[in-house]
């Protein structure tokens, strides 16, 4: 062991932020670049959009199949987003992957990151931002997956989130993706190097080694 032992857990993060912040993407370049980074697959009864498919994106799933989930206690968190649909990070997956010691992100809303400082306090909180409201409009335009109606919606629901900005312990402005990124990963990195993860702290004793340091000079003369 070297001197300083670190917890061999993994770190949980929790990544939120408004509507087409760019958290998705940010997450994906992460996973690229970092071996030791896992991102949790939530479960959710909303539609699929797109080109998402069941099991990659999301887990989808029936408000039944989800409450009886519920029911079992398999969820470290859910919420209700948008248009009352759940949304939930599935529990037990989460805990065995902190175990081998792998980093677990978690891209979920703010009523779900609410729910996981609760239960897990020491967990890294970030908050994406897009640099503009301008911008967050055209970006969720552009992406084209949602109504007119629907679109409101998470315009309306992202405002009362960015005002929930200070619950977070990071915020990171996304104007370039790969400089958001980059923010991100020295956050996880400077995390890391806390104090607060220490284990243990092994040192030789200091006579010991001041002897041997001694015993070795006088064979050098
Ligand atoms: P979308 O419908 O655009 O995929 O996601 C809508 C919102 O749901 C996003 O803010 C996303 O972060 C959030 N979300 C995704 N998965 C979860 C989850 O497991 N729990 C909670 N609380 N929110 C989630």
Not at 10 to 39: D, F, Q, Y
Request: charged fraction near 35%.
């Amino acid at each position: 062991m070297g001197i300083i032992k670190t917890k061999s857990k993994g770190l949980l993060i929790v990544i939120s932020g408004p509507t087409a912040a760019g958290k998705g993407t940010i997450c994906k370049k992460l996973v690229e670049r970092n071996t030791n980074l896992w991102v949790s697959t939530s479960m959710t009864t909303r539609e699929p959009r797109g080109t998402e498919q069941n099991g990659v994106e999301y887990f989808f799933v029936t408000t039944e199949e989800f409450e009886k989930k519920i029911e079992e206690d398999g969820f470290l968190e859910y919420a209700k987003v948008h248009y009352g649909r759940y949304y939930g990070t599935p529990k037990d997956i989460i805990f065995d992957k902190l175990d081998e010691g792998i980093d677990v992100i978690l891209e979920i809303d703010i009523q779900g990151a609410l729910k996981v400082q609760e239960k897990v306090p020491e967990a890294l909180f970030i908050f994406i931002v897009p640099p503009t409201m301008e911008i967050l409009k055209e970006r969720l335009r552009n992406r084209g997956t949602e109504n007119e109606e629907q679109m409101l919606e998470r315009f309306k629901t992202a405002y009362k989130e960015i005002n929930e900005v200070t619950k977070y312990n990071y915020v990171v402005v996304n104007d370039f993706v790969e400089t958001a990124t980059a923010k991100v990963e020295a956050i996880i990195t400077a995390e890391k190097c806390r104090v607060d993860r220490i284990e243990e702290v092994d040192l030789d004793s200091k006579e010991e080694t001041i002897h041997e340091s001694l015993v070795d000079l006088n064979q050098e003369k």
